[in-house]
């Protein structure tokens, strides 16, 4: 998962720089067209598009024989039936390009989060640092090391409760920043951004567990073995350029939703039958 995520990283964010600095409604929008198009070419050439035209008219058949022989309890019931069966072959049938399309899909939405799913730092504002250990213990020894760029504020503290050291950090100026970690006798950094562009932000620097790389992939994951399970930096949730939307997931119901809109404007032109 590491060696995917560290591919997909500089790829995406390659791709999304030309619209770091606009609106995000506008790279959201090229994003979910070019997504759209994409979901509809896999669906085309996985799917059997003529069984699945075929299933399509056997429902519209039997919707219209329900309407005909409104009056006739038997007919409607037969029609029902049939409908129900149709349904579920053409559920069969769409399974096969879904699940062709699963993995892209979360790994695409998973890359997108962090470009989307928060907003940056300004200058002057606060947030927590959290060091989050992998076994409970008595409190550490550590010490966090800021650049130019951002300010400690206060810390460490230690929450036994939650086996978590905290630190209250401020953002100085704008710029990409690492803090420098000394705990326990390990050396581990951690990606501060100050910027309002649309940039992937790491809110969490995973563990190494596969699971973790896949939900959090904007950063390269602790070491294996380490003494810590993740370093949190909290980040304000986007908005899509939403206003009163702030959410992790604003982005993603956009993002949906355009990508429906574009899917079904373009079937059609693209021949696609779904």
């Known amino acids: 998962m590491s060696m995917i995520n560290s591919f997909l990283r500089p790829l995406f964010d390659g791709l999304l720089y030309p619209f770091r600095g606009l609106h995000p ?25 003529d069984k699945l035209a075929a299933v399509k008219r056997k429902i519209h058949a039997g919707l219209f024989e329900i309407r005909l022989f409104n009056d006739n309890p038997r007919a409607i019931l037969r029609a029902q039936l049939d409908i129900l069966r149709h349904n579920l072959t053409y559920l069969r049938l769409a399974m096969v390009p879904l699940l062709w399309m699963i993995v892209p899909l979360v790994l695409v939405i998973a890359q997108l989060q962090f470009h989307y799913g928060y907003r940056g730092l300004d200058p002057g504002q606060s947030t927590l640092v959290k060091v989050e250990l992998a076994a409970a213990a008595g409190r550490p020894q550590a010490i966090l090391h800021a650049p130019a760029g951002v300010a400690v504020e206060a810390g460490p503290a230690w929450l036994p409760a939650l086996n978590e050291v905290a630190w209250r950090i401020a953002a100085v100026e704008p710029g990409d920043y690492e803090l420098d970690l000394e705990i326990g006798g390990e050396s581990l950094s951690k990606s501060v951004r100050v910027s309002n562009d649309v940039v992937r932000r790491s809110p969490i620097r995973p563990s190494a567990a596969f699971a973790d790389q896949l939900l959090y992939p904007a950063e390269p994951p602790l070491p294996r073995g380490s003494a810590v399970r993740a370093i949190h930096v909290v980040y304000p949730p986007g908005d899509a350029g939403i206003p009163g939307w702030e959410s992790e997931w604003t982005w993603m119901i956009v993002f949906f939703v355009l990508s429906m809109v574009f899917a079904f404007a373009l079937r059609k032109p693209l021949g696609v039958t779904f």
């Open 25 to 49: 409604l506008v790279g959201l929008t090229v994003v979910s067209l070019v997504a759209a198009i994409g979901i509809l070419y896999v669906f085309k050439l996985t799917s059997n598009q």
